[in-house]
């Protein structure tokens, strides 16, 4: 069975930081892009984070220069590095990955972590 796992959410004040994780377990055979969302209550599902398999970065421009995607191939892992983190950042963050498995290729879904950041 696939899963992508998050961790390291949690509570923290303005202008701290967070690191979260996300690990990919089970058959994988690739794993091409892989991104974060994050969604708060009441709002859509918003895409924070891209990197690709080659390295390359992407981000919301509400994120950018406090916000750090990174990957690690060997261990099915992607991070996302939270500084400077403000109240409109709290939300529920979610790990996003597309996956072969078996020669086919999907989308894949993490359960999501709460980050929450207090003013």
């Known amino acids: 069975q696939v899963q992508l796992v998050e961790s390291g959410g949690g509570l923290v004040q303005a202008g701290g930081s967070l690191r979260l994780s996300c690990a990919a377990s089970?058959?994988?055979?690739?794993?091409?892009?892989m991104e974060w969302y994050r969604q708060a209550p009441g709002n859509q599902r918003q895409l924070v984070a891209t990197?690709?398999?080659?390295?390359?970065?992407n981000y919301a421009d509400s994120v950018k220069g406090r916000f750090t995607i990174s990957r690690d191939n060997a261990k099915n892992t992607v991070d996302l590095q939270m500084n400077s983190l403000k109240p409109e950042d709290t939300a529920r963050y979610y790990c996003?990955?597309?996956?072969?498995?078996?020669?086919?290729?999907?989308?894949?879904w993490g359960q999501g972590t709460q980050v929450t950041v207090s003013s």
């Open positions: 996003y990955a597309v996956l072969r498995i078996s020669g086919n290729w999907g989308n894949y």
């Open positions: 089970g058959r994988i055979f690739s794993i091409g892009v």
């Open positions: 990197i690709t398999s080659g390295g390359s970065t």
